[in-house]
């Protein structure tokens, strides 16, 4: 969103409640929009964008609600250290059920956030010093230096206030070093694992982030009603605060609030209009709702507020200069620290006899080879050679059967992708894995995520700028450098096949590592985009990359690696130079089932990759 | 508590454990086919309950209404598609399923009812009600986005299960509702309890129903797509076996499983049009403890959650809802560690 609608939107917030004749109906309606919006505006991080369902969010508001309720009323003691306790009690509900669900697939996290919200339901209406099933009445207001907030006028400013600041806090968070890991959590985590983000770590700060905001919505909550009772903490209010995210927006904090605004809205037309429509007692808003939230999800996933914006700038047509990396706010940072590099030509990665099997199918048969410093190894062999098995091997995200791989003297057996990452290993994949949603220059941001360490408490309050600003300035230098500083700006889901390709290698080089590992890079590209691939990469390695590619494009390969590994049914059949391999008969016959010679040799593009062989 | 307490609180979680395992069995199935989080199979309970509720006091449940509006739109989505290039043929079989068919149960049950009918012939008509709603309910709500993500597939059941419930209040009311005329009157002693007839029927009901599951999964061409698509879903379409065809079958399926489920339970439990949530999450309580996975991990999880909630009523009744429920987190904890160990494997 641009500046000036939150500037129109804050003051017409602002201006509402002094319009001479506005019923206290409206202000009150607007309370509630605005304490579900804090609910929406968590579960825009933690559902929209971080992809974990919760329908349990009431559970977390309920906390916020009886905390508070209890200590003011039993206890007699301030709003605030309700405020307090409740903060403290959901901070460890969430932490707890955090460890429990979140390892597990996404799925059960959403079932025992059902299950949690009805225990506590049931708490809540049996639990005698909570006031059972009648609740907790009488519970004071808050009051700001002896002034108690018990208008409905008053406590609005309160609510409105928290919630631009919960707003704030969301924005910041999503644009931040944590935002990126947050956004690869949906679709992308083994690519941001290999990236070395440790994806668990955030998905408890999402979790925690969307339970706190409940937690405070509660807080107001109780304090705006000034009673409280287990039946707005079910799980059918759970479920609601979900629908006010999926109508609203996936992806975005203000999308959320016109979510809540929206839900409730309408559940207040209908509850208005149907009795007058039907003489018996109904639950007509449960009907709109699941048919709503069924016709959402199959005609507009993004939810309405992406419709509502581009309405509006199509109305408002935006002009004006576009960013660029020199104008950009971080263009002066400084530069980020580079890890010491390895000799040119001393050994990098060695691979010692590595096997796999699948049972009785022996995928990889003790393959041995290494990567000198500077060089481009080329890993090739027809269709189901084994190529992409040994590959997952050396990554890590295949365990060995048996055999040792040792990078920098370091073995790299049974390490996890996000340990691979840490000593300087960093991968492409065989399909593009680039967050679509997101821009190029973020995108390639992920792949510098370990070296800088900005914590996501720092990003909500808007302090991790300088870690921030050299992360996107270091995307900005590896775009430049592989030649995709025009598209920086662009969504990576726009780019050409190509383009996006050579930004995995920019996210990559991101990394600061001292080995690309490449999985068929030209897979699927045009005969031009493999040339500027190419030129990439052989760039690169006059820059002294090592890179170990595995491909299948014959030409590719031929031009532009200082040595080959052939496999064959799982074995390695030969190693050599280019020209080499080229001459090998097995290789020969490997590729073309031992077709005649002559006919090989006179194979035009054997020929003409033999003529270019400069680098070996 | 003595001994005698125990056994009768036994018997009890075993009568509602059964159904709980036959209810989790479905929903292992629902997933393991259609990656559907089947929430609203808790829906199917009430309704095929509730409507043979109203049946057996002769009056004509309003559900039948909802059947032919599923059916129009079901209908009217196909006659699109063949719009849209599908082969017309189809149109005929659509024609029987959501239109010819509904209008018969439709007229069928009032003036069947007329007649003063048995007991068993309205648990019959109850199922015809209510049991096509499952397949259409997969057409209209889940087909479009079959290829979504497991959580998108979620929210649109807890979508669904709202609408029901919306509608549910609509046809049945709110009281509650519980059949006291047995299927069979009588009681016989058995290992020193006295077990009436009914609630023997309910556990061989379920027997029959998980034999006749296992006998179509083991020993049908449908039984064995389904087992193909639940192991592999790219490879089952790719030899053939529509994600159309798996899903209308197994929400056939589901949908039966919750009928027959709700047609038994009301015969000892009063059921209200919201109880069916509460019902199903009880079977997937039971369904989680087989990681989702496993059938007769599943079943045995339910029997279980049968059991511990009947001594619970016993115990500490306020509470019996939070003990079940509970149950779930030292499952989630112990499915957490193990599948932690698969992923480093």
Redesign the interface.
């Known amino acids: 969103m641009k500046k000036w609608p939150v500037l129109v939107f804050i003051l017409l917030l602002a201006v509402v409640p002094l319009i001479p004749g506005v019923p206290e109906f409206w202000i009150n309606q607007l309370n509630a929009i605005g304490i579900a919006s804090l609910v929406v505006i968590g579960l825009v991080v933690l559902t929209g964008v971080g992809g974990l369902t919760s329908f349990g969010q009431a559970t977390f508001v309920g906390v916020g609600a009886y905390a508070t309720a209890w200590l003011t009323t039993v206890h007699a003691q301030s709003p605030w250290l309700g405020l307090i306790l409740g903060i403290l009690l959901t901070l460890l509900l969430a932490f707890v059920l955090a460890q429990i669900t979140l390892r597990l697939s996404g799925h059960y996290l959403s079932l025992a956030t059902i299950a949690v919200c009805l225990i506590f339901y049931y708490l809540y209406g049996n639990m005698p010093f909570l006031g059972r099933h009648d609740g907790i009445p009488g519970i004071p207001p808050i009051s700001f230096f002896g002034y108690p907030l018990l208008q409905a006028q008053s406590i609005y400013y309160l609510i409105w206030f928290v919630v631009l600041l919960a707003a704030w806090t969301g924005i910041n968070l999503l644009n931040s070093r944590s935002g990126r890991a947050i956004r690869s959590l949906k679709n992308g985590e083994k690519m941001a694992q290999s990236f070395g983000v440790h994806t668990f770590h955030y998905k408890v700060i999402a979790f925690i982030y969307a339970a706190v905001l409940a937690g405070l919505a509660g807080w107001l909550y109780a304090h705006e009603q000034r009673a409280v009772s287990p039946s707005t903490f079910g799980i059918n209010y759970g479920i609601e605060y979900l629908f006010m995210m999926v109508v609203g927006s996936v992806a975005s904090v203000w999308g959320g609030i016109f979510g809540a605004a929206v839900i409730l809205t309408l559940k207040d037309q209908i509850q208005d209009i149907a009795p007058r429509l039907f003489d018996t007692s109904t639950n007509f808003e449960l009907i709109v709702f699941g048919v709503l939230v069924v016709l959402v999800l199959h005609h507009a996933r993004d939810g309405l507020w992406p419709i509502v914006t581009g309405f509006f700038s199509s109305l408002f047509r935006k002009g004006g200069a576009r960013e660029t990396a020199a104008s950009s706010w971080w263009s002066a940072a400084p530069l980020l620290d580079k890890k010491e590099k390895p000799q040119k030509d001393s050994t990098l990665l060695q691979v010692k006899a590595i096997r796999k099997q699948f049972g009785g199918l022996v995928a990889v048969n003790d393959i041995d080879f290494s990567v000198n410093a500077g060089q481009i190894v080329g890993l090739i062999g027809p269709n189901g050679a084994g190529k992409s098995t040994t590959f997952n091997l050396i990554t890590g995200v295949l365990p060995l059967t048996s055999g040792a791989i040792v990078f920098r003297d370091k073995p790299l057996a049974s390490a996890t992708a996000e340990e691979i990452a840490r000593l300087g290993i960093a991968r492409s994949f065989q399909h593009t894995q680039l967050l679509p949603q997101m821009s190029v220059l973020e995108n390639v941001a992920l792949g510098a995520h370990l070296r800088r360490s900005a914590g996501a408490l720092r990003s909500l309050l808007r302090l991790d700028r300088q870690d921030e600003a050299a992360l996107l300035r270091e995307a900005a230098i590896q775009l430049e450098r592989v030649g995709l500083a025009g598209s920086m700006y662009e969504l990576a889901g726009n780019l050409s096949l190509g383009k996006q390709r050579i930004v995995e290698v920019a996210r990559a080089l991101a990394l600061d590592p001292s080995l690309l590992l490449l999985d068929e890079p030209a897979a699927g590209l045009r005969y031009l985009e493999k040339q500027e691939l190419a030129a990439v990469l052989s760039a690169l390695r006059d820059e002294g990359m090592s890179i170990l590619l595995v491909e299948h494009d014959m030409d590719f390969v031929m031009k532009l690696t200082n040595h080959l590994v052939v496999m064959d049914f799982g074995t390695k059949i030969a190693e050599g130079t280019p020209a080499q391999i080229q001459q090998n008969e097995k290789v020969l016959q490997a590729y073309l089932g031992g077709l005649d010679d002559e006919v090989i040799v006179d194979e035009p593009p054997v020929g003409k990759a033999g003529n270019n062989e400069v680098h070996a | 508590m003595d001994w005698s307490i125990a056994k009768i609180l036994m018997q009890d979680g075993i009568v509602t454990g059964v159904i709980y395992a036959l209810l989790a069995v479905s929903l292992v199935l629902v997933f393991a086919v259609t990656r559907i989080?089947l929430i609203v199979q808790g829906e199917f309970v009430t309704y095929g309950a509730l409507s043979f509720a109203l049946m057996a006091d002769n009056q004509v449940p309003g559900n039948r209404w909802l059947l032919v509006t599923g059916g129009v739109l079901v209908f009217l989505r196909e006659l699109w598609l063949v719009f849209r290039g599908k082969p017309a043929a189809t149109l005929l079989g659509s024609a029987l399923f959501c239109l010819i068919l509904p209008l018969a149960v439709f007229f069928a049950v009032p003036a069947v009812l007329a007649t003063e009918p048995s007991l068993w012939i309205k648990a019959l008509l109850a199922l015809l009600l209510v049991v096509p709603l499952g397949p259409m309910l997969y057409k209209l709500?889940y087909e479009?986005?079959a290829e979504?993500?497991?959580?998108?597939l979620?929210?649109?059941s807890?979508?669904?299960?709202?609408?029901?419930?919306?509608?549910g209040?609509?046809f049945f009311?709110?009281e509650g509702r519980l059949v006291s005329e047995p299927f069979f009157d009588g009681q016989l002693e058995l290992f020193g309890l006295t077990w009436t007839y009914q609630s023997l029927f309910v556990i061989a009901m379920t027997v029959v129903i998980i034999v006749a599951l296992w006998l179509f999964f083991g020993y049908t061409l449908y039984g064995k797509a389904l087992r193909a698509t639940a192991v592999n879903r790219r490879g089952a379409r790719l030899v053939g076996i529509s994600t159309s065809m798996s899903g209308f079958l197994t929400f056939l399926l589901s949908s039966i499983v919750g009928v027959l489920s709700g047609i038994m339970i009301v015969s000892f439990i009063s059921l209200t049009y919201e109880t069916g949530?509460?019902i199903g999450?009880k079977g997937?309580?039971g369904a989680?403890i087989g990681g989702?996975m496993s059938y007769p991990i599943a079943a045995a999880g339910a029997l279980l959650v049968g059991i511990i909630e009947s001594f619970s009523t016993f115990w500490a009744s306020?509470?019996k809802?939070?003990i079940v429920?509970?149950l779930?987190?030292p499952v989630?904890?112990i499915?957490?560690v193990t599948?932690?160990h698969d992923e480093?494997?």
Not at chain 2, 148 to 152: D, K, P, W
Not at chain 2, 158 to 167: C, L, N, T
Request: proline share 2%.
């Open positions: 989080i709500a479009p986005i979504s993500s497991v959580l998108a979620f929210v649109v807890i979508a669904v299960h709202f609408a029901f419930v919306g509608m209040l609509v009311g709110a949530f509460m999450l997937f309580v989680i989702l306020e509470y809802e939070v429920f509970g779930i987190i989630l904890l499915l957490s599948s932690r480093e494997e």
